[in-house]
């Protein structure tokens, strides 16, 4: 995307032009009078559509290049300076390596084009989509028009089908690697990443393909499968149907959000066409801000699982993950909450009635959306009374314990007015003093972060923590002098120095196991307490058979207390091979957790270059990222691997 091009999609001409002219609504476009010309009755207007202008008394027309071009004076590189900063987009002059990665950007979205075209001639045709056309015609009720409208298709259930056709067309395999089309395993083998699947085309703001969504029609795994993150394609930026969306948005000024791409289908199909998805994750800013631009009312539209307890205080993650698995989107209520706070945004919550899915709903009852779309809650309300009615607010525990589940999302809002009015309400609700609530809410950071670190279950599947030895081989001598204290659940971090202050030879084992997963050897950037990587690093020199230098009382103090105990062993193992395994388990486990945090790391680094336009950095961040999650699936699959072998 040019320079000009970012600019034009991220300002509102209605926001420029309504800096100079007092603009009124007239139906689908905006009035005002003349900024050329003196006159009494409007004859300017604004066209939001289009993201033009027209003056019929003047004749001045264009868009809000030309509209700041003729009212300041400026020339053009002037107009776009000044549309950039207030977009945010950084103008400079482009490189040979922005140039080209801009031609590469053609090329991928070409090759996805095509691609599209070519999935919906099979749908249409091909007598292997047979069950295909059954399924969205009969079980979806899709009409003709919608499946041509959507360009919906069928991929065959063939490795090589699309990449043969594609690469008949001129495109290289490496283009369709890099469009997601193709995957390229680590054997080297490459083969279509879309087989024997319902295809729905992913398209940007401006209706250009840029990925694809799929769904199993057989039964098998995984049910919905995603293109993966490439130069086009990034889920955290896009919304399912804003294409067709946006101008009944800005109409209706209102946008409801589902949670899959046949609810948006379907209710376009039905004549509800400011209806848009999320790409299957937690909303991000990005996402919201898209929206925030065409309405400030915004309606989430969810079934009653997704918006009640299971869900309502999962945290913010805008992490890029891996597509290729069945995602379930999710209600981040306390994400929303802080990013309707940040955007000035009214962000409700519409419960869809009988658990039915919204293209369910408009086919059996269009009144019945209409309805329920009409009814939606301001968020903050809905999570306060999903969060009461977990306790009993009779019981003088059950206030507390209110409080305490309440609090946070009350104090999330940025906007103090709204704050003292949830506070004000919730002391009503529980029939305590208001003061109370606010005393709680000033007490609480401290107070429940050691609360929730107390009560941090162990990750699934590990093992007993195990004791830091009175003594052993190796050993700092300051460590074999202290008797723990306390029994405690150390994170990874302490856990693993714990245990090879132990035995420092143990650190070979997690290594071996870290090599053959194709993994790095633990070093000390695997450490992020700076004590605990000086203890690391001198205890990888016992390890080795260095000579031990003078221990650091700061790493031993955080481990002195860990209590390690272990399983009385079974018939035949001993402490030792019990002690292994969980080394082993304990070094897996912290590679990755830093992988996990490196991808999410890289996914914000992909953010700033993007906001910077940034193109070589954002191609580079995303190659990262790419590797990061290959190499968190490989952590994966040794944990798997491990977790099943069972000590006998």
Known sequence: MSVVDEVRSRIDIVDVIGAYVKLTRSGRSFKGLSPFQNERTPSFFVFPETQTFKDFSSGEQGDAFSFLMKKEGMTFPEALRELAQRAGVEVEQQTDVQRRNEGQEERLRAALSEAAGYFHQLLLSAPQAANCRTYIREKRALSDETIHNWQLGYSLMDYHALSNFLSARGFTLQELIDAGLVIENEEGRRYDRFRGRLIIPIRDEKGRAVGFGSRSLDGSEPKYMNSPQTPVFDKGRLLFGLD??????????????????????????????????????????????????????????????????????????????????????????????????????????????????????????????????????????????????????????????????????????????????????????????????????????????????????????????????????????????????????????????????????????????????????????????????????????????????????????????VQLTIDAPGSGVDEETVLREETVLTALRLREQNLRRDGQATALMIDDAQTRNDRPATSQYNHQLLDVNAKLLRAQKALRLRSMVTIT
């Open 244 to 561: 067709r969306a946006r101008i009944a948005i800005r109409n209706e000024q209102t946008a409801v959000l589902v949670e899959g791409y046949m609810d948006v289908i379907g209710t376009h199909q039905a004549g509800f066409t400011n209806v848009v998805a999320g790409m299957g994750t937690s909303l991000t800013e990005s996402q919201l801000k898209m929206l925030k631009r065409l309405t400030p009312r915004i309606v989430l539209a969810l079934d009653p699982d997704a918006a009640g307890d299971r869900a309502v205080l999962r945290d913010v993650d805008v992490a890029r993950d891996s597509l290729e698995r069945d995602e379930t989107p999710t209600f981040d209520a306390r994400g929303v909450i802080r990013h309707e706070s940040k955007l000035n945004a009214d962000i409700r919550v519409a419960i869809m009635p009988d658990g039915l899915d919204p293209d369910e709903i408009v086919l059996q009852s269009p009144q019945r959306w209409r309805d329920a779309i009409a009814q939606a809650r301001p968020v903050v309300d809905h999570v306060i009374d999903t969060l009461l009615a977990r306790y009993d607010i009779e019981d003088p525990h059950g206030k507390s314990e209110a409080v305490k589940a309440v609090a946070p999302i009350v104090r999330d809002l940025s906007d103090p007015v709204r704050r003292d009015y949830y506070t004000q309400q919730l002391a009503r609700k529980l029939r305590i003093n208001p003061r109370a609530i606010a005393l709680a809410m000033a007490a609480m950071p401290r107070a429940e972060t050691r609360r929730a670190e107390r009560e941090q279950p162990p990750a699934a599947g590990a093992a007993a923590p195990l004791p830091v030895a009175a003594s052993g081989e190796g050993a700092p001598q300051a460590a074999k002098n202290r008797t723990p204290q306390t029994a405690s659940r150390p994170d990874l971090e302490t856990h693993m120095v714990a245990l090879i202050a132990r035995h420092p030879a143990l650190l070979m084992d997690a290594n071996v196991a870290l090599t053959r997963a194709n993994l790095d050897m633990l070093g000390q950037d695997d450490f992020s307490n700076p004590a605990l990587r000086a203890g690391f690093v001198q205890l990888s020199r016992a390890a080795t058979g260095q000579t031990l230098p003078e221990a650091d009382d700061d790493w031993l103090e955080l481990i002195a207390d």
